[in-house]
């Protein structure tokens, strides 16, 4: 084999390992990602899910949570905290609940993401019991106040005065044959 033929073979193999690298370089990004998130706090992602030690609470400090409740781009529902923000002293368990409709002519599920501000409190947020822990379905017109139970964590920084619990509604109705023959012939139409 001649030298031009040496050099195209290695470029070809470094052109193929650069590809295989990039290849699993992608595929790790999510879970290089999590991690990160988890050890620096970033994107507010609440972790302290399920039963938690009650303690006495800290009647010398005062925490504002606030709720938000957003829908997704093309997630129908009417979806809403029952209280927009509640005082918390720090190790006291406390309950509010977020209200759903289904406004449309079928049946939808329902997943919400939550999210906290800001996200160096994330940690210190404990749910005990959320509506976010499973998928919600309901039926057409149907409405439900679905519950949040959760803690305040008396480990939180000093400097934080006031946390945002913020969830966003996902449409993840499985798609039905009926639906796409639906959807098509309502772009058909003027």
């Known amino acids: 084999m001649n030298e031009l033929g040496r050099k195209n073979r290695r470029l ?3 052109l193929l390992a650069g590809a295989v690298l990039m290849f699993g370089f992608g595929f790790a990004l999510v879970p290089l ?7 620096t706090g970033l994107n507010g992602k609440v972790t302290n899910t399920g039963p938690v030690a009650i303690e ?10 606030q709720f938000i409740g957003v829908n ?3 997630m129908p529902w009417v979806f809403r905290p029952q209280d927009a923000s509640v005082q918390v002293h720090p190790g006291e368990m406390r309950q509010t609940a977020f209200f759903a409709r289904n406004p449309t002519a079928r049946r939808m599920i329902a997943q919400a993401i939550p999210s906290v501000a800001p996200a ?6 404990h749910k005990v019991n959320c509506f976010c ?3 919600q379905s309901l039926e057409s017109e149907e409405q439900v106040e679905m519950p949040v139970l959760f803690v305040v964590d008396k480990k939180l920084p000093e400097h934080i005065h006031t946390l945002t619990l913020s969830y966003t509604l996902f449409d993840i109705t499985p798609e039905r044959p009926e639906d796409r023959v639906l959807a098509s012939e309502t772009r058909r139409s003027p």
């Open 12 to 14: 070809v193999v470094r």
């Open 33 to 39: 990602y999590d991690v990160f998130c988890r050890v």
């Open 56 to 65: 006495d609470a800290d009647i010398s400090r005062s925490i504002r949570v």
């Open 72 to 74: 997704n781009e093309g």
């Open 120 to 125: 160096e409190a994330a940690r210190y947020l």
């Open 133 to 135: 822990f499973d998928s």
